[in-house]
């Protein structure tokens, strides 16, 4: 089945204790991408992949960082997280990125606390 | 800078009637318009898209409107039941690979029975 997994779905943390949650895909799709979804403020993109070892920033990066070691995976960073990153994310993954011959396909989420 | 406006923020919606939700962008360089559905609990999932070179797309019950003019396009859900009852985005983005969606903030829809 073709999917989008991420890990943990749910969890609660402290300030400043590094976490990662990962995602991961099954499509053999090249963009790969980060989202929260935060009430009245919809989905921001925090960072996207083009492809292994190639990715940037999207519109709110602050606080997070990624890597693309191999094309299937991309966890999401929080070195040190804080209590403004309690959000629900979203990993998703299409061939291209957002174009009319393509789907982007989501992840469950991932609910954050930060305590 | 929000560059994709949707409202309204919540919607309800008797079962059998229209919902319509509406959409507006500034970049005129967008041409990929996708409405993406989202059930509690769940991701989004792609409901219909549509490209700036024809007006209005329709898929069952579900259509796109679409004004290149005033830069603004639309979804209409005709005959709402209450499976349809969900948080609807709209996005926008250049049609070629690697670039981003950008997305509204999301309506909240509930259809009553």
């Known amino acids: 089945e073709a999917q989008v997994t991420q890990n943990p779905r749910y969890l609660i943390t402290v300030t400043g204790k590094k976490l990662t949650v990962t995602c991961s895909q099954n499509m053999n799709h090249e963009y790969m991408s980060w989202y929260r979804q935060d009430p009245g403020l919809g989905l921001r993109q925090i960072y996207y992949s083009m492809n292994v070892e190639v990715t940037d920033k999207g519109d709110v990066p602050e606080g997070y960082k990624v890597s693309r070691k191999e094309k299937r995976n991309f966890p999401l960073i929080l070195e040190s997280p804080s209590p403004n990153q309690t959000s629900l994310y979203f990993c998703?993954?299409?061939?291209?990125?957002?174009?009319?011959?393509?789907?982007?396909?989501f992840g469950p989420g991932t609910r954050l606390t930060v305590l | 800078q929000q560059q994709v406006k949707q409202s309204p923020q919540s919607l309800i919606v008797q079962k059998g009637g229209i919902s319509i939700i509406n959409c507006a962008y500034e970049?005129?360089?967008?041409?990929?318009f996708p409405w993406y559905q989202q059930f509690p609990g769940k991701g989004p999932a792609l409901l219909i898209a549509i490209r700036p070179d024809v007006s209005e797309k329709k898929e069952g019950r579900f259509t796109i409107s679409f004004n290149k003019s005033a830069k603004q396009f639309s979804l209409h859900i005709m005959d709402s039941q209450p499976g349809d009852s969900a948080t609807y985005f709209c996005a926008a983005s250049i049609d070629q690979a690697g670039t981003a969606l950008i997305f509204g903030k999301g309506t909240t829809l509930s259809v009553s029975s």
């Open positions: 970049n005129t360089a967008f041409d990929y």
């Open positions: 998703a993954s299409s061939l291209t990125g957002g174009t009319s011959t393509d789907t982007q396909y």
